[in-house]
């Protein structure tokens, strides 16, 4: 939760998925919830998507990825929306998983800068 100057926000987002061939591709679904208290009046909105990477290693400890995502988003007030964003980002390899940095943008000049980490279950 954030808050200051009378304006409150929280929210939670989510992306489950798994590598593909050889752990060359990722493909994940994406689900967030977020709210913003203002003036007395809040604002919900929530989202669904998909995400495709390309995962390109450098060697054993890092790596880059390139892909795409397309994002429905359902706000409590105003029409849905489906965009559709270009991303990449850096992975920092770890022994339980990675560390990624993905920058995302999108449609008008939207954009966004992740940062997350990655568990790995059962990789070889």
Do not use: C, H
């Not at 560390?99 to 990789?123: I, M, P, Q, W």
């Amino acid at each position: 939760k954030v808050s200051g100057g009378g304006f409150n926000s929280s929210g939670l987002n989510i992306r489950v998925g798994t590598t593909l061939w050889q752990n060359r591709y990722d493909l994940a679904l994406t689900y967030g919830s977020n709210s913003a208290t203002s003036a007395g009046t809040t604002y919900k909105s929530s989202n669904y998507g998909l995400v495709g990477r390309a995962l390109f290693p450098w060697n054993e400890q890092m790596g880059w990825n390139l892909g795409a995502q397309g994002v429905r988003n359902t706000p409590s007030q105003g029409a849905a929306k489906t965009t559709v964003s270009a991303l990449g980002g850096l992975n920092f390899y770890l022994p339980t998983g990675s560390f990624d940095v993905t920058l995302t943008v999108g449609e008008e000049g939207a954009y966004g800068l992740l940062l997350g980490y990655t568990f790995f279950f059962n990789r070889q």
